[in-house]
């Protein structure tokens, strides 16, 4: 699988799809959306057919993968709410929003399946008193001992969205309150490409986690970094085991993980 390009045809069809639901993201629009990511991503560069891309924009038949992306998929990739599309000004878009989240949801999808997990994208799951959760990756893995859920929501604006964090914190609980099985053993990531969370995310996250009998683990640019570069699927795994460990041993002692560039003793 070239995993560069199927991430480059991924984020055209939501270009795409987003064109030909309004007027105002025209060929230039999105020609001057590519070529600010482009810039800084050679890889995207490489494999993103421009000319194509501007074609299917043009094409009132469909192009966008016959409307696969509706407005819920639409709204997640976008990281706002379902009911802003309706507003949404073309000159806000973040290609590299877009880019990052699609990015960093196929490599988890990958990854996850590789240590047998059974994988979804974007399910809606019922929390306490209506509220939805919408995890970007949900898996499960059943063994004969326990099964086990792992729900994974990204950040990609920058920086994070302090209120994005917060809204998915109040999500996931009003989802382990509902269904009081996610406990024990189950993880809550929230993961940015960013070099990392602001304090007030942070103190959030880790005052969640000590309340809860879940793992909430952030992960940030650099921990991907740290993942991207295990030579093997074992490897990755271990270290990913490892920044849950310290996430919760953070926890347990009361302390607060500080923004900071990557810094570990698990060498």
């Avoid at 959306?33 to 469909?62: C, Y």
């Avoid at 806000?92 to 999808?109: G, M, P, S, W």
């Avoid at 399946?113 to 990756?137: A, N, Q, R, S």
Wanted: aromatic share 8%.
């Amino acid at each position: 699988m070239d995993f560069d390009k199927v991430i480059a045809d991924t984020v055209g069809a939501i270009i795409t799809s987003l064109a030909q639901r309004t007027t105002s993201i025209t060929a230039d629009k999105v020609k001057e959306m590519i070529t600010r990511l482009a810039d800084r991503d050679q890889d995207f560069k490489r494999h993103m057919n421009v000319p194509e891309l501007i074609r299917k924009i043009g094409d009132d038949s469909g192009g966008a993968d016959e409307d696969a992306y509706n407005e819920d998929k639409l709204a997640r990739y976008l990281e706002i709410p379902v009911r802003d599309l309706a507003t949404l000004n073309p000159d806000t878009i973040e290609i590299d929003v877009i880019y990052n989240h699609v990015k960093l949801e196929k490599l988890f999808k990958l990854w996850l399946e590789e240590w047998g997990y059974t994988v979804e994208i974007g399910p809606t799951l019922k929390g306490l008193e209506g509220i939805e959760y919408v995890p970007d990756v949900y898996a499960t893995l059943a063994n004969l001992h326990d099964s086990y859920e792992v729900c994974i929501n990204y950040v990609c604006d920058q920086p994070p969205s302090e209120l994005r964090v917060k809204a998915l914190l109040q999500d996931i609980e009003a989802y382990s309150e509902r269904k009081e099985s996610f406990s024990q053993g189950d993880i809550f990531m929230i993961v940015t490409p960013r070099q990392n969370f602001t304090q007030t995310a942070l103190t959030h996250l880790s005052l969640q986690n000590m309340q809860e009998k879940y793992s909430i683990v952030p992960l940030d640019g650099a921990d991907i970094g740290k993942l991207i570069d295990k030579t093997s699927s074992d490897g990755r795994m271990l270290s990913l085991r490892r920044l849950i460990i310290d996430a919760d041993e953070e926890a347990r002692l009361g302390r607060r993980r500080l923004p900071r560039k990557w810094s570990s003793s698990e060498e």
